[in-house]
């Protein structure tokens, strides 16, 4: 099994920067794609952004790229979530999740490929 948990969200105010990290343990020799996913309230889980093992290939939600940053420290088993300009509608809880895959540049963005996921984390942007 692994173990998913994120940390980092908050209350900001428009325009602010937020850092989510998620730290994953258990089964870490594996290669693991991870992504970030997000649900507001009364709304589906929608993808954010995913980053490959090798940290080589990324993709991102249109409504966050050129705001959010996701990068990954396989080291200290730690994938982040760099927020900048948060934006109300950026208001959400946010989960990361990972996959196992043989391959270390392979990027999932569909939710239903991960089968790890955190509890999240409350993002709340007040304007």
């Known amino acids: 099994q692994v173990q998913l948990v994120e940390s980092g969200g908050g209350l900001v105010q428009v325009g602010d920067s937020l850092k989510l990290s998620c730290v994953w343990s258990?089964?870490?020799?594996?290669?693991?794609?991870m992504g970030w996913f997000r649900q507001a309230p009364g709304k589906e889980r929608e993808f954010v952004a995913a980053i490959s093992w090798s940290t080589y290939h990324t993709r991102y939600a249109d409504s966050v790229d050129g705001r959010f940053t996701i990068s990954r420290d396989n080291t200290n088993f730690t994938m982040y979530l760099q927020m900048n300009g948060l934006k109300p509608e950026d208001t959400a809880v946010y989960y990361c999740?990972?996959?196992?895959?043989?391959?270390?540049?392979?990027?999932?963005?569909?939710?239903?490929?991960?089968?790890?996921w955190g509890q999240g984390t409350q993002v709340t942007v007040s304007s």
């Open positions: 258990g089964r870490t020799f594996m290669n693991y794609a």
């Open positions: 999740a990972a996959r196992a895959l043989f391959s270390a540049d392979t990027v999932v963005v569909e939710a239903s490929e991960y089968r790890y």
